[in-house]
């Protein structure tokens, strides 16, 4: 049995909710591959695609594990319709695929990558440390498959509506991540203790301050060399966000 360390309920709430989102994760990239799958795509995509559907449940037993040694338990199940995703049977398969490479993969695990650099930074509880040694050595290859495959749909037959999707649907998916990683009033919880940060937490206003160097580091020269212009996406996005708010 895992060895059970003082833990707080920030901790146990946290690694419950790391648990579900990497199933998910396993989940939603499966059904991406079905669609590369069906679209034809490269064979070294549809195989770096299942690939990471196991990292996925690996990060997911691991992130279980940890929620154990740290005295919880997953209290509910998660939602199946959550585990999946969802497309307009009206639109060609290749921009259903294109839209969850871009949130999903250019944008999300772009941005895991220095969130979980820095939750490891000050984790120190073995357990959780192995689980984020494990997941941030995958997420490198988990960002470097989003952007091949961003690559790929652009230089495919249906090239000219991938990129005019991208285009027009960048800053709501910038305001999504925004609202996810940076959520209005985050910045007065820039702290937490040492005990919540040896488990591998970080106040909310870090990751404020990552996402927003990521947009800089990241997300610009990567689109800009692809033809888009992120910073104005960005900017676009997070100004619907604050009216919203």
């Known amino acids: 049995m895992a ?8 901790v146990r709430t946290e690694w419950a909710r ?14 991406l591959t079905l669609w590369l799958i069906q679209i034809g795509a490269s064979p070294d995509l549809i195989d770096d695609g299942l690939r990471i559907v196991k990292d996925e449940l690996m990060h997911a037993s691991m992130s ?5 040694a740290a005295g919880g338990q997953m209290t509910a199940p998660i939602a199946r319709e959550t585990l999946g995703l969802k497309r307009d049977e009206r639109e060609p398969l290749e921009l259903s695929a294109a839209r969850c490479c871009v949130e999903v993969f250019c ?13 490891r930074e000050g984790c120190t509880v073995p357990a959780a440390r192995r689980t984020l040694d494990r997941v941030l050595r995958d997420e490198v290859r988990h960002r470097d498959f989003g952007w091949a495959l961003l690559d790929h749909l652009l230089e495919s037959p249906a090239a000219a509506e991938v990129r005019a999707l991208v285009a ?4 709501k998916m910038f305001a999504r991540v ?17 005990e919540d940060r040896s ?9 404020r301050e990552i996402l927003e160097r990521t947009v800089k580091r990241d997300y610009a020269p990567r689109f800009r060399a692809r033809g888009f ?7 676009a996005g997070i100004s619907t966000t604050q009216i919203i708010s």
Do not use: C
Not at 168 to 171: A, D, Q, V
Not at 178 to 183: C, F, G, I, N, T
Not at 229 to 235: F, G, K, L, V
């Open 229 to 235: 212009d992120a910073e104005a996406a960005w900017q």
């Open 107 to 119: 944008l999300g695990e772009t941005v895991a990558v220095p969130l979980f650099k820095v939750l």
């Open 64 to 68: 279980h594990r940890t929620l154990v």
């Open 178 to 194: 925004h609202q996810s990683y940076a959520p209005t009033g985050g910045e007065k919880h820039a702290a937490i203790s040492e």
């Open 3 to 10: 060895k059970r360390e003082r833990a707080s309920d920030e």
């Open 199 to 207: 488990w591998g937490l970080m106040p909310i206003a870090r990751y």
């Open 18 to 31: 790391r648990v579900e989102a990497e199933y998910r994760s396993a989940s939603i990239t499966h059904h």
């Open 168 to 171: 027009r649907e960048l800053p």
